[in-house]
């Protein structure tokens, strides 16, 4: 099989050098689901900008598309309907010309019509938006007032200690909600909108008595005895705000939302907050000079294509994928010319990436430094992200460590020196990595999570993936250079490595939370300990591969579903899955030799899931945020196959070269051979 193989491997390697884009990197669409593009067809009615008619054309062939067999509109490619989507969906299409006749929008009224309390009922995030737009009674809309960003910073609940994305969305919320903005829509628009989507008649909707109403099929985290209460505190002092009071939060929040945007290149961290500061822009000042370009930064997040129209992604992910597919191509034993010229390539992106300059007032912005970081995306909204920093370095050491790949100029000392800062800024108390920040909450804070479709949003957490991906990285650097005074690298993956030991399961498994799930954590915690040195001999090691060894299916494959997220338990997929095969054969040679007979099942099921371009099918979910937010990373089954091969090729040779040697290496454990090695011992 070996011989094969690589060839499979070189093939592999083809179809992933022909998805390569212009400026070196790789990037393949973050899938997830329309809200963004309805609200971003919501907001550019509102504010005057609509969309050609080629644009509308490619919408609607989107929504089109992505519309369930009921009618509805899911949160996820393989998600059943939810009332918030499906409601936004409906209002969009009709703002983009279509009529309440049009199969599509009977099908989703149908749908809404036939949920126990309908639109009444869509969540909080929907009443706001359906508010904005009259469709929904103000005082059935839990007030966020902006006076809460006024609160003393050291109280634990102060809104800068809140995840970075929920404090920013709950920004843009608060100042719409504390101005009263109201769009304008034309009075039959709104009136046929309003007789479309209730059952009864709008005027007798007594919108009050729903205010802590959210449907069942939109029901994640639900509304807890706290926030119940701070929201009742929280509607009475609605009906008469401090208006001295209301001014300066209202200035407050105005001036944290253009320093967001201009820090940002009018990005924004998402479309989804970004798309609220454009209308908080407009409500401040229809003619506002940071209207224009925010409205240009939300087209940044635009992805279209012929084959599925226009829409908006969550993130971009340029760097996080350059980086995999550089470890990927690194892996493999040899290069061919055009293999070597993509990596270069390649190298040079990676350079460009990374932050070099350091925000000029982060401090006021609630910010943690950024520089020396690397983003998700191509760096240009300037929030960089511990893993995305740590894998981006793990790629260039992988790329420096071969010597065939001619490079114009490695980063030099300084900089990887800046990245390693970076990712140590990122380390929390207990030793494991947030994201964006350091936590900043407790976990009390859930208490209030005010988004009941999302979970563990409140405050960043340690992860483990993160935690993994930076310890690989730090290993990674002490194998080439210095510590830093006091021993701080040497002290943070002595923590870092305690966190992950604590987080492993009773059954050998590891919870993940960017990724599904278990099979992910896994990926990375063999990978980031392996990296620091942890021999495959270690407990932890094995107990996870022999976890790994428990869950392959009987065709070779792994497959994991993504229900796992939502249950907190291992549930199988009904077939085996290529991204998830891959993690767990990645993982399974960090800790056994490739001739172990569980590796060679899984590798051949790969292979014969090979199609003739080199690639593999798209398949089920593989990603997930806040616990029920599932993704699909389209290059997750191009560049993870890949390097699984180029492993396994790698390895294969690496014995070949050395049985003798490996004739004594004892039990199967020792076998995990050929790995780089990161000089870092405990």
Request: hydrophobic share 40%; glycine share 10%; proline share 5%.
């Amino acid at each position: 099989m070996p011989g094969g193989v690589a060839r499979r491997a070189r093939a592999a390697m083809k179809h992933l050098l022909s998805l390569q884009r212009s400026a070196g990197d790789w990037e393949g669409e973050m899938v997830w689901c329309t809200m963004i593009l309805a609200q971003a067809v919501i907001v550019r009615t509102v504010v005057g900008r609509p969309y050609d008619a080629r644009e509308r054309a490619a919408i609607i062939r989107h929504f089109e598309l992505s519309q369930l067999a009921d009618g509805a509109w899911g949160m996820h490619p393989e998600s059943r309907g939810y009332v918030f989507f499906t409601v936004l969906a409906y209002v969009a299409l009709r703002l983009l010309g279509l009529g309440p006749e049009t199969s599509m929008l009977a099908r989703a009224r149908a749908w809404l019509h036939a949920q126990p309390e309908g639109v009444k009922a869509v969540p909080t995030w929907g009443k706001f938006w359906l508010m904005l737009l009259g469709l929904y009674g103000r005082e059935g809309v839990n007030a966020v007032p902006p006076e809460l960003f006024l609160l003393p910073r050291w109280l634990p609940f102060h809104p800068s200690r809140f995840y970075c994305h929920t404090r920013l969305i709950y920004l843009g919320i608060a100042y719409l909600s504390g101005v009263g903005f109201s769009a304008s829509l034309s009075d039959p628009l709104r009136d046929a909108l309003r007789s479309e989507l209730y059952a009864e008649p709008y005027e007798s909707v007594d919108f009050g008595a729903f205010r802590h109403t959210v449907a069942r099929t939109d029901l994640y985290v639900p509304i807890s005895r706290v926030l119940r209460l701070v929201y009742d505190l929280l509607a009475r002092y609605e009906r008469r705000p401090w208006k001295a009071l209301r001014q300066r939060a209202l200035a407050l929040c105005f001036e944290q939302i253009l320093r967001e945007q201009r820090s940002t290149r009018y990005q924004g961290i998402s479309p989804v907050s970004g798309l609220l500061n454009c209308l908080a822009i407009f409500a401040h000042d229809p003619r506002h000079p940071d209207l224009a370009p925010s409205l240009e930064g939300v087209e940044a997040w635009r992805w279209e294509d012929e084959a599925e129209g226009l829409r908006y992604v969550g993130a971009r992910s340029n760097a996080w994928d350059t980086a995999f597919a550089v470890q990927a191509l690194t892996e493999l034993p040899e290069l061919d010319e055009e293999a070597k010229h993509a990596l270069s390539r390649a190298h040079a992106f990676l350079d460009q990436a990374q932050m070099t300059a350091e925000l000029a007032d982060y401090r006021e912005a609630w910010r943690d430094p950024a520089l020396g970081g690397w983003c998700f995306s191509d760096g240009r909204h300037c929030w960089p992200v511990s893993d995305c920093a740590a894998e981006a370095m793990s790629a260039l050491f992988a790329l420096y460590e071969r010597g065939d790949v001619r490079i114009s100029e490695a980063l030099g000392a300084d900089r990887l020196r800046l990245g390693v800062e970076f990712i140590l800024s990122r380390q929390n108390a207990d030793g494991g990595f947030g994201t964006y920040e350091r936590r900043r909450g407790g976990r009390l804070l859930e208490l209030v999570n005010p988004s009941e479709m999302f979970g563990q949003c409140m405050t960043e957490l340690s992860y483990v993936e993160c935690t993994a991906s930076s310890l690989g990285a730090l290993a990674h650097y002490l194998h080439h250079y210095p510590d830093l005074p006091g021993g701080k690298i040497t002290a943070a993956i002595r923590k870092a490595e305690r966190f992950l030991r604590s987080r492993q399961l009773d059954d050998g498994s590891f919870p993940g939370f960017w990724g599904i799930n278990y099979t992910y954590a896994v990926f990375h915690v063999a990978k980031g300990l392996r990296m620091a040195g942890v021999e495959p001999a270690d407990p932890v090691l094995q107990a996870a591969a022999g976890w790994l060894l428990e869950k392959q299916r009987s065709d070779g494959g792994w497959g994991e579903h993504y229900s796992s997220c939502l249950e907190g338990r291992y549930v199988e997929s009904g077939q085996s899955q290529t991204v998830m095969t891959a993690w767990a054969l990645l993982a399974l040679m960090e800790v056994y030799p490739a001739a172990h007979e569980a590796v060679g099942r899984g590798i051949a099921w790969l292979c014969s899931q090979q199609g003739e371009d080199g690639g593999w099918p798209r398949q089920g979910v593989n990603g997930v945020f806040f616990g029920a937010a599932m993704l699909d990373y389209r290059l997750y089954p191009v560049y993870f196959p890949t390097w699984a091969l180029a492993r396994y090729v790698r390895l294969e040779g690496a014995k070949a070269s050395t049985s003798a040697g490996l004739n004594d290496a004892g039990p199967a454990y020792a076998g995990a051979e050929g790995h780089h090695d990161t000089g870092y011992r405990r």
